[in-house]
T-cell receptor
Framework: ETGVTQSPTHLIKTRGQQVTLRCSSQSGHNTVSWYQQALGQGPQFIFQYYREEENGRGNFPPRFSGLQFPNYSSELNVNALELDDSALYLC?????????????FGPGTRLTVL | GDSVTQMEGPVTLSEEAFLTINCTYTATGYPSLFWYVQYPGEGLQLLLKATKADDKGSNKGFEATYRKETTSFHLEKGSVQVSDSAVYFCALSVPIQGAQKLVFGQGTRLTINP
């Protein structure tokens, strides 16, 4: 148990729709990162939030956006869903975002786009 | 760019066999290195980490040593159990803008037979 929770567990959407995924960080952690894990692949970094501001983004288009709240819970929003967005979405929290920090992962939300 | 290359799987061993999963990396500077494990239908769990050259991370009988000269972080265990069956990911932490992201290998699926 990492103390990181995500909801929902599974989600089915159709192409063109919008989706919001939620994450609750481990207590005391002010940094959250989101990753996309396609089937059979390693996770790919989407972006990171530190104290409610996005401070780093991977190679994902602007239709992937996020929010982090004062209690350090966070959301990942994806607009105009595409079939290739089908994946496991993982959030990970860390203490301060330093290079030596461990990122603790939640169980993930499996998104299926039809 | 920064990358991680893992031994291709799947790997199948008998219980009590010796395990090695190779991991090499390419990165500028001296990243922190991690091994994560993913059990079926779950998120990632940290297995061990090392933050500087010659550090040895260890946990649950698994070990890995940060080798700067060979840019490697091979995972080893002396005697595997059926419960070790999972997918193993090697990862490194690198800076991106103001954040730290994890870069993962493609994963190695391990199956232990009784």
């Amino acid at each position: 148990e990492t103390g990181v929770t995500q909801s929902p567990t599974h989600l089915i959407k159709t192409r063109g729709q919008q989706v919001t995924l939620r994450c609750s960080s481990q207590s005391g952690h002010n940094t959250v990162s989101w990753y996309q894990q396609a089937l059979g692949q390693g996770p790919q970094f989407i972006f990171q939030y530190y104290r409610e501001e996005e401070n780093g983004r991977g190679n994902f288009p602007p239709r992937f956006s996020g929010l982090q709240f004062p209690n350090y819970s966070s959301e990942l929003n994806v607009n105009a869903l595409e079939l290739d967005d089908s994946a496991l979405y993982l959030c990970a929290s860390s203490l301060e975002g330093a290079s030596t920090d461990t990122q603790y992962f939640g169980p993930g939300t499996r998104l299926t786009v039809l | 760019g920064d990358s991680v290359t893992q031994m291709e799987g799947p790997v199948t061993l008998s219980e009590e066999a010796f395990l090695t999963i190779n991991c090499t990396y390419t990165a500028t500077g001296y990243p922190s290195l991690f091994w994560y494990v993913q059990y079926p239908g779950e998120g990632l769990q940290l297995l061990l980490k090392a933050t500087k050259a010659d550090d040895k991370g260890s946990n649950k009988g698994f070990e890995a040593t940060y080798r700067k000269e060979t840019t490697s972080f091979h995972l080893e265990k002396g005697s595997v159990q059926v419960s070790d069956s999972a997918v193993y990911f090697c990862a490194l932490s690198v800076p991106i803008q103001g954040a730290q992201k994890l870069v993962f290998g493609q994963g190695t699926r391990l199956t232990i037979n009784p």
